[in-house]
Antibody
Framework: QITLKESGPTLVKPTQTLTLTCTFS??????????VGWIRQPPGKALEWLAL???????RYSPSLKSRLTITKDTSKNQVVLTMTNMDPVDTATYYC????????????WGQGTTVTVSS | QSALTQPRSVSGSPGQSVTISCTGT?????????VSWYQQHPGKAPKLMIY???KRPSGVPDRFSGSKSGNTASLTISGLQAEDEADYYC???????????FGGGTKLTVL
């Protein structure tokens, strides 16, 4: 059974850097074809894809946020870390991580999400 | 503004069918057979309902079906049930540097 869980601060100040960790079980990020992505959802708004990392360390970023995002993986710890710099109140959202496989297009298992508020 | 356009809301009575559209461009929906659909109940994480335009993950009822024509993808839910009331999001691949673009979401109300 695949599970993912997001963790990180619930409150960050404007201009600070946000670091979120996705800890997963039931699969390995060293297995060919496997990936983990990050998606966020501001309160009452739509989903927005942020970043994705594959088993081979191939990384993809949202073009609009690329300059602020870094995604990394620690295969030994079964973790994926997303950092977002220069946080702003508009970045207030629930942040999700999700499992995907390159053989088909879809994020098939999602974490429960973690809520991040940006405020001074 | 979302990259893909969905109707803000749709509604139907139990047992009826509804279709939710998702309009993009030739750079995303129209350019690839890589569209997925997600169901999200209030306060819950999204759930994958359709992948690769028209395929259903194990456990998703066959009342849910997906299709695509040109730059528009569609999700059809037949035999509406009360538990289908939720928000639905489409998602499309948009090239090697943009893994995913989402639609603005559609609120489905079961009357």
């Amino acid at each position: 059974q695949i599970t993912l869980k997001e963790s990180g601060p619930t409150l960050v100040k404007p201009t600070q850097t946000l670091t979120l960790t996705c800890t997963f079980s039931g699969f390995s990020l060293s297995t060919s074809g496997v990936g983990v992505g990050w998606i966020r959802q501001p309160p009452g708004k739509a989903l927005e894809w942020l970043a994705l990392i594959y088993w081979n360390d191939d990384k993809r970023y949202s073009p609009s946020l690329k300059s602020r995002l870094t995604i990394t993986k620690d295969t030994s710890k079964n973790q994926v870390v997303l950092t977002m710099t220069n946080m702003d109140p508009v970045d207030t959202a629930t942040y999700y991580c999700a499992h995907c496989v390159s053989s088909y297009y879809g994020m098939d298992v999602w974490g429960q999400g973690t809520t991040v508020t940006v405020s001074s | 503004q979302s990259a893909l356009t969905q109707p803000r809301s749709v509604s139907g009575s139990p047992g009826q069918s509804v279709t939710i559209s998702c309009t993009g461009t030739s750079s995303d929906v129209g350019g690839y057979n890589y569209v997925s659909w997600y169901q999200q109940h209030p306060g819950k994480a999204p759930k994958l309902m359709i992948y690769d335009v028209s395929k259903r993950p194990s456990g998703v009822p066959d009342r849910f079906s997906g299709s695509k024509s040109g730059n528009t993808a569609s999700l059809t839910i037949s035999g509406l049930q009360a538990e289908d009331e939720a928000d639905y999001y489409c998602c499309s691949y948009a090239g090697s540097y943009t893994f995913a673009v989402f639609g603005g979401g559609t609120k489905l109300t079961v009357l």
